[in-house]
């Protein structure tokens, strides 16, 4: 795996490594927040991000060993209020390398392909949340120049 993937929008057959790839990324999940994450049901795994203009799945896949990345993306609409006028953005709502292949750039590629997908919606911002616990990624994204917008915060009741 010397050499960069191709990134590409994601086609039906690529269903059975998204699998594999998101498994990897709920166990990490599963790991660090036990009381959150349980099981994954497959049957919520929305694939449906193929089929819509305002949503993609781009993958990273070195034709001699599959699928090492995916990210997903979804345009969206973001309602005015009182204070703000309604705006269009895209959200990440998944960014994941196998561990197997981590620390080779593909991260940042799939990223890249992100921004230029994002502009050809005609959407200038890209948000995304990170779990607290997840620090390489927020370090990732604020080295990709993201920064804090905005802090969720949980109480259990």
Known sequence: MSQRPHIRPAVEGDQEQFLELFEELDAFHRQARPDVFG????ARRDFGLLLG???TILVADFPDHGLVGLITLCAKVIQASVVRDERMIVEINNLVVRTSA???GIARLLLDAAREWSRAQGVSQIELSVWAF???AQTFYEAAGFET???RMAHSL
Request: positive net charge; without cysteine; aromatic residues 0%.
């Open 53 to 55: 203009s305002g949503s």
């Open 149 to 151: 917008t905005t802090l």
């Open 134 to 136: 997840n620090e390489g």
């Open 102 to 104: 981590r620390r080779r």
């Open 39 to 42: 099981p994954p049901i497959v």
